[in-house]
């Protein structure tokens, strides 16, 4: 059950209602999540929120699969399911496969526990890992 309710259109400030357009137009869809429609209480946190999302997920230097899937598995480590089911989505919607998918989840799972590992036995860092100038 949600902590706040997921506003529809017309429930929302009007402020959020102009977010929601943006949303749309942006993503070339008539669908706003729920996410944005829980954000949608605090039109500032949303407008903050979705201008950031754009900025950062807009193509770059990684492409947007790339970013959906790197979106994928700091989701999957922090075990955020609304992430991980969204991200996936959209992944998928960029040509994201499930041996991609099966790829990157095990490469999440070996990170997590060499992570794990290296820290449980304070492993001091390689110098040839250190950056140097």
Not at 100 to 123: D, H, P, Y
């Amino acid at each position: 059950m949600p902590i706040v309710p997921i506003l529809s259109d017309e429930d929302a400030p009007a402020a959020s209602r102009e977010v929601f357009e943006d949303i749309r137009r942006t993503r070339k869809t008539d669908f706003v999540n729920n996410f944005w429609r829980a954000l949608a209480h605090d039109p500032a946190l949303l407008r903050r929120t979705w201008e950031s999302v754009k900025e950062v997920m807009a193509p770059g230097a990684l492409d947007p699969l790339v970013k959906e899937m790197i979106y994928v598995a700091v989701s999957a480590t922090n075990n955020c399911e609304y992430c991980i089911c969204s991200h996936t989505a959209a992944a998928r919607a960029k040509g994201m496969t499930d041996q991609m998918l099966m790829e990157l989840l095990a490469v999440v799972g070996m990170a997590n526990e060499t992570n794990r590992l290296v820290n449980g036995l304070q492993v001091p860092v390689d110098e040839a890992f250190k950056p140097h100038d």
